[in-house]
Every structure is written in C-alpha cells, then in structure tokens.
C-alpha cells in the first residue's frame, strides 16, 4: 500500500484549493480525491470511543478508510492530500502524523493574517455558517479572540515552531501566499523541487480555483444555504417535479446570482488596524523563525 509522502498541513484561506489543483495537474503526483480529508486532524480512535460512528456521515476516520483514498496510486513519485486544519490543530495533528506517515514531507502556505481573517469572514457569511450569528471582525477581536476560529488561525507562530521542533525544518516548507500572487510558476516550481517531481512542468496557473464571494442579500442566502422549514418546503414540492441534479443547479444559480465580490462588504481601516495590531507580536517572532520579511504584514 502506497501512502502520502507529502502533506500540505496550512492554512485555510491562503490558496490551498489552488495549489491543490496544480499538484493534480502534474504527471508525477498523486493526490486525494478528496481534497481536506481532516484524517490526522483528529484521533479518531479516542473520538470513536466517545461517540460510536454511525455511518450516517462518510467522514474519512479510520486509517482504512483513509489508506482507501491511495489505492489508485500507480507509479506517481509524489504522493498528497491537503488538509489546511493540520496547522490550526497542530497538536493533535503532529502527533497522529507521527504514529501514522513519520517520514512525510510537509508544506504551508501562510498569508497575511490580517487578510486571512477577512476571507475567512467572508466564507462564513457566504456559506451560511452560524447564520445570522457572525459576529464582524471587529468584535471577534475585542472580545472573544481567545475562542474565535477565525481569529486564532492567524497565530502562526507556536504551530509552526511545534512542527520544526517535532520534525525538523528541513521536512517542513513555508511558502507564502504573497508567493503565489506574484509568480504562482515560480511557487510551484519550487514545490515540485520539494516533493522531488520534475520542476520543469508548467501547471495551468492563469486561473484561481476560488475567489471570494459575499451574499447581497444575508437573508436570501441563508434560506438558500442553511437547513430550514422554507428550503424543506419548497425541495419537497420540487421533488416531485424533478430531479436532484436540476435543483441542485437551481439553487447554485440563485446564490450565485446573490453574490457579489469582496468589494461588495470591505475591510475596513478600523478593522485592519485592530487586526494588524492583534497579530503584531506574533509576525514578529514567526519573521524571525523562518527568515522571511513579515514587514509587509505590518502596514496598515
């Protein structure tokens, strides 16, 4: 059984999906299927023990489960997945790569987390997450920054020095997201030198494989993305009339004729000052970890 020998660990919101698809272009790669497996993110022995599975939902824990995602493997050099979580969750994460695939190569993408924090802002409203309780970043950061997913992820300093101190710095790869804006050829290049596949391949890099999207309307959006008594309503009247496909595209058509670009609801300067400020510190010591120049994370 072939298993991954490289991981893309961080960090969501930072071009992941993209990179992704430029991994599967190239001949000599292998990657998952699924794209965020999330398998070492959690120890899915332990959790199991707590709450049995009931197989109402295809979550890829156990390692059988997750060994069948590489059965496909031929002769490819590389082989992936990325799981952006494996960063956020080092803890759990580093460990259960330890026990499972110890010799794997390791990479993160890391972006300006101020920037991070804002597309990921936008995802939740955009998908309806937590519908309706979203608080604005501003708030995130003045009152619940210790609890607030979306503000922690931006604290990159203590996992990427848990990974280095676990596995070593020469197993584990920072690129930044300021890499793949300016010359994304050049980026995976690079990371085909790291995961030792032929370098000379050009991936098709002219497009983004996703871009921020923010609902016009909050409440068309989450009748459209969110569980509720209206969409149960109206999918079961549809049923009748047609098939699961067409209403799918239906509704895909609906939000994405609801949706604008990021311009539609800005960062503002208030808010990326008390970003900036909150991350401050924490870019300074992660400067000096990895030998990068952070400064430009720190203009507001």
């Known amino acids: 059984m072939k298993l991954p020998n490289f991981l893309i660990v961080g960090v969501q919101k930072a071009g992941t999906t993209s990179i992704y698809g430029y991994l599967k272009e190239h001949p000599q790669v292998y990657m998952s299927p699924i794209k965020e497996t999330n398998f070492f993110a959690t120890d899915w022995e332990k959790q199991i023990e707590k709450k049995p599975d009931t197989g109402t939902r295809k979550r890829i824990n156990s390692w059988e489960r997750y060994c069948e995602l590489f059965i496909d493997v031929k002769d490819e050099i590389a082989i992936g997945e990325a799981s952006p979580n494996y960063l956020a969750n080092y803890e759990t994460s580093s460990e259960m790569i330890q026990r499972y695939v110890p010799d794997v190569k390791m990479i993160a993408i890391l972006r300006n987390p101020a920037d991070r924090a804002y597309s990921d802002y936008l995802m939740h409203l955009r998908d309806g997450i937590n519908a309706g309780k979203v608080s604005s970043l501003s708030e995130q950061v003045k009152f619940r920054a210790e609890s607030s997913s979306t503000i922690k992820k931006g604290l990159y300093y203590t996992p990427v020095k848990h990974y280095f101190d676990t596995f070593g ?26 995961i030792g596949v032929d370098d000379t ?11 921020a999207a923010v609902p016009k309307n909050k409440t068309l959006n989450n009748l459209l993305q969110t569980k509720n008594p209206i969409r149960t309503a109206i999918s079961s009247t549809l049923k009748v009339a047609m098939p699961l496909e067409m209403r799918q595209k239906i509704r895909s058509s609906l939000v994405k004729f609801n949706s604008a670009g990021k311009e539609f609801k800005p960062l503002s300067s208030e808010e990326r000052q008390l970003l900036t400020d909150f991350y401050r510190e924490d870019i300074l010591k992660l400067q000096d ?9 720190l203009v507001v």
């Open 169 to 194: 710095q020469e197993k584990f790869k920072i690129f930044l997201y300021d890499d793949l804006t300016k010359d994304s050829l050049k980026m995976m290049q690079e990371i085909y030198r790291f």
């Open 201 to 211: 391949f050009n991936p098709d890099t002219s497009q983004r494989r996703q871009a």
């Open 289 to 297: 970890l990895i030998q990068r120049d952070l400064s430009s994370w």
